[in-house]
Nanobody, 116 residues
Framework: QVQLVESGGGLVQAGGSLRLSCDAS????????MGWFRQAPGKEREFVAR????????TYADSVKGRFTISRDNAKNTVYLQMNSLKPEDTAVYYC?????????WGQGTQVTVSS
């Protein structure tokens, strides 16, 4: 199982930027997929971005394409989410996710608040 710890959330004005980090520990596998999800108050958790760890290919939700970038540092076992041009509707708790063979692990979440 993979253990995950997020950091980097905070309060930012609309149009601003934040970078989230997710430190992963534990066993990793060649089919590891790392990703970010978010959950706004009163809404279901939704997909934001994911990356196949060893290949490096990334996928994004339509709502964040062109604004958010997922990346990784293999040496640090860390995945990042660079968020630019933030909008108030991006306000949510952001969760890091690791999936191996259909089994998911989740971080504790980090709050991102975008003021208008």
């Amino acid at each position: 199982q993979v253990q995950l710890v997020e950091s980097g959330g905070g309060l930012v004005q609309a149009g601003g930027s934040l970078r989230l980090s997710c430190d992963a520990s534990g066993r990793t596998f060649s089919n590891l997929v790392m990703g970010w999800f978010r959950q706004a108050p009163g809404k279901e958790r939704e997909f934001v971005a994911r990356m196949r760890w060893y290949i490096g290919s990334a996928t994004y939700a339509d709502s964040v394409k062109g604004r958010f970038t997922i990346s990784r540092d293999n040496a640090k076992n860390t995945v990042y989410l660079q968020m630019n041009s933030l909008k108030p509707e991006d306000t949510a708790v952001y969760y890091c996710n690791a999936e191996v063979g259909g089994v998911s692990s989740w971080g504790q979440g980090t709050q991102v608040t975008v003021s208008s």
